[in-house]
Every structure is written in structure tokens, then in C-alpha cells.
């Protein structure tokens, strides 16, 4: 595990184009359509967790941990997983499942709502389990990363996709920006996402914990400074 912020990788600035993506089936996918948001950083991003994780998930066993609006799910189960998605808030669980009724996966993906303990989730043995911006939103993310590791099979691998550094000023900016916005974000109405803690962006001490947890293989920063790719192995017991 990198023991300090110097040891994280950058991802060479590369000219953007849509990312194609192929599944075991010979569908070609726009890996910019399920990404969904965050840019050219997160999409790079995504195609570098693919290369290292793979892009044949037959057979394998997704958690797919804050699901939003369903299109990471969709991605990983059109790849052949059998995915458990779960999150926090219900308020695009129906989107999520029309997302998946859409591409033909309602039978590979189960959504759920849980508590947001990883303890809680029903199922165990995953071979993957994977984030797109949700730790920010962790405020004791040892304990998470600890109950999300007993979810995971030996051997079993995490990739989380999550925001960076800000510095302090604009993390200061950024919470008076979603204070004013009563801490909801645009495209969860009604729902309180944010406090005056939260988000919690990664920082080195932040990454650092993965490394308490997880047998940390990679962290590859983005072109943009604000955004992280971690991977790592279960740890054996
Ligand atoms: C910024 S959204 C990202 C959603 C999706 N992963 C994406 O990239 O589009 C953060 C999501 O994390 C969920 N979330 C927050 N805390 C969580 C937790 N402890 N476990 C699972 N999901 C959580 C929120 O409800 C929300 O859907």
C-alpha cells in the first residue's frame, strides 16, 4: 500500500472520445453513458478499474455499493455479473429498476435500501465490490471498510471510483454551497445527502485507511486532481 500521497500513480492525460466497451455477449456499450457525470477523469477512470478488474463478469458476484441511479449496476450485470446493488436512499430505486428493465438485466441486479452499514447487506461472497463517489459520504470509513471486507469472498477484490483532494477553502466554499442548498444534491429532491461534515473527500490520511483494510494494489489519480481510483485484494484472515 502507498504509505504516502507520493506514491499514488497519475493516469496520463490521454484525448478524450467516447470509451467503448465490449460484453461477453458482443454488445458494444458507451462507458460515457454509464459513468453518467463527472467527466472525461471519471470515464478514464472507469476504463482503468475495467482493465484491471476485467470486463467478462460471468459468473462472478458484483456489490455495487450506492447505486443511484442504477447505470453502474446495469454496466456490471450487461458485463455478466450477478449484482447486489444497495444504498442509503430510495428516492431512485424506481429509476434504478426501470434503468435495469431498459437494457433486459432486472433479473441479474437486486437493488436494496439498507442502513448504510455494509454489516446489514443480506449477502456475502462477492467477488467485487465497487463505489463511484459514496465513501465521501462515510464518515467512519475504517469501520465501513472493515464491514464491507467480511461481505467479500478470499481473494475478493474492491474498486472505488471517489473524489479527491479539495483544498481547505473550497471545501469550506463547497459546504456553504450545500448548506444553502438545504444539503441535498440537484438530483435527489427532498433528500438531505450532506451535513456540515460531509462530504468527506479523500486526503492522504483518507487514503491511508484503505491500506489499514485492504491490500491496496493501486491508487491512480485522475487527470482532474479530484478524483481517485483505488484497488486493492481482501486481506486473508
Ligand atoms: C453522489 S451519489 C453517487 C451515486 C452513483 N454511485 C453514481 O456514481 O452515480 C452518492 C450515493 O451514495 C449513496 N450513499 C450514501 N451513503 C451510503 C452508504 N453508506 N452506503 C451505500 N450508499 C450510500 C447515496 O444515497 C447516493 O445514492
Known sequence: MPESSG??????ARPSGPTTIVTPAGQS????YFVGWGGPSVIRLATKALEIIGTDFTGRRVLDIGFGHGQMSC???LLGAQVVAVDTHEVSLLEAVA????????????FTVYSGDPQDIQHTDFDIA????VL????????????LSTKLRSKGQVAFIENGFHNPLSVLGRRIVHFLHNNEARDYPGVSMYNWRLP?????????????????QQVIKGESRHWYLIHGFKRPS
Open 99 to 110: 434503468e435495469a428493465k431498459r437494457w433486459g438485466v432486472e433479473d441479474r441486479i437486486q
Open 136 to 147: 465521501l459520504l462515510v464518515p467512519e470509513l475504517e469501520k465501513f471498510l472493515h464491514g
Open 75 to 77: 454496466l456490471f450485470a
Open 7 to 12: 506514491l499514488i500513480t497519475n493516469l496520463p
Open 130 to 133: 465497487f463505489t463511484k463517489s
Open 29 to 32: 456499450l458507451s462507458l460515457d
Open 200 to 216: 468527506v473527500y479523500l486526503s492522504p490520511a483518507r487514503i491511508r485507511t484503505f491500506g489499514k483494510v485492504f491490500d491496496v
